[in-house]
């Protein structure tokens, strides 16, 4: 790639998702087996929608102006992944629950 800065973004968007697919899919794994899945799904659903708010930003700033026009759909994906970090348990209210769940599994 011609830019490294963008080629790092990229690296790290592709890795972040990869790791998010990977525990959801290990939050499935527990519920299909009827075993408990209530931190990993808390996991789960926190790093997704934390990393895709971070991959739609860094495609904003990869965009740059670009990225905020209509004809453009990555200010979709920004107003969209904002949404995500809110909807079912803000992401502070998702710490809160894994930490509790992590202090009354070692108990």
Sequence with gaps: MKFQAVAHMLADMATNIQASR???????????????????????????????KKCALDALQIYG????????????????SLVLTIGGGTSQILKNQIASLIYKSRR
């Design 65 to 80: 102006g670009l990225g905020y026009t209509m004809e453009c759909d990555v200010q979709r994906y920004v107003r969209d």
């Design 22 to 52: 990977l525990m959801v899919r290990e939050c499935c794994s527990l519920i299909e087996e009827g075993l408990p899945a209530g931190l990993e799904a808390c996991m789960a659903k926190y790093f997704a929608t934390e990393t895709a």
